[in-house]
């Protein structure tokens, strides 16, 4: 099923957790709302940049996020609200900066993670945040969180 021209359910419900891919695209059903407004918001990057987006993890049901190291047991992933991407030949610090600094979105988080050996851009729709933390930017380098001052 498409939720955009270029981003489809499957897509943004896909998980490496495979004896848990069924469960999780099952859960993700109750979340196609906002899982349209996140593939619009990555439309709008992928239109800019000219490239498709590489979605490493959108949709993570209760069972997903809570194998996933790291994950925090209110991210906007459960909700269908956020996704992980990068754009290959881009660089991704290059990336969040633009949506942060220059895209005009209307995002609610924002955050170029880079813990040892690895990068992408977290990046979320306000959905059910709490509106005075929308356009939220931060870095994280694998064991903090601050404030991205780009």
Not at 93 to 100: G, K, N, P, Q
Request: hydrophobic share 35%; charged share 25%; aromatic share 8%.
């Amino acid at each position: 099923m498409n939720l955009s021209p270029h981003f489809t359910f499957d897509e943004l419900t896909r998980t490496s957790q495979t004896a848990l891919q069924a469960k999780n695209r099952s859960e993700a059903q109750a979340f196609l709302k906002p899982l349209t407004e996140l593939a619009a918001l990555l439309e709008v990057i992928r239109t800019h940049f000219g490239k498709p987006l590489k979605v490493n993890s959108g949709f993570r049901g209760a069972s997903v996020n809570a194998g996933t190291p790291g994950a925090s047991k209110t991210s906007q992933h459960m909700k269908g609200e956020a996704a992980d991407i990068e754009i290959p030949g881009i660089d991704d610090a290059e990336l969040h900066r633009w949506i942060v600094k220059d895209s005009g979105l209307k995002f609610g988080q924002c955050i170029l993670e880079r813990p040892p050996g690895k990068s992408w851009v977290h990046v979320s729709i306000r959905g059910t945040r709490d509106p005075k933390l929308c356009q939220q930017a931060l870095t994280f380098d694998g064991k903090s969180y601050n404030p991205y001052k780009g």
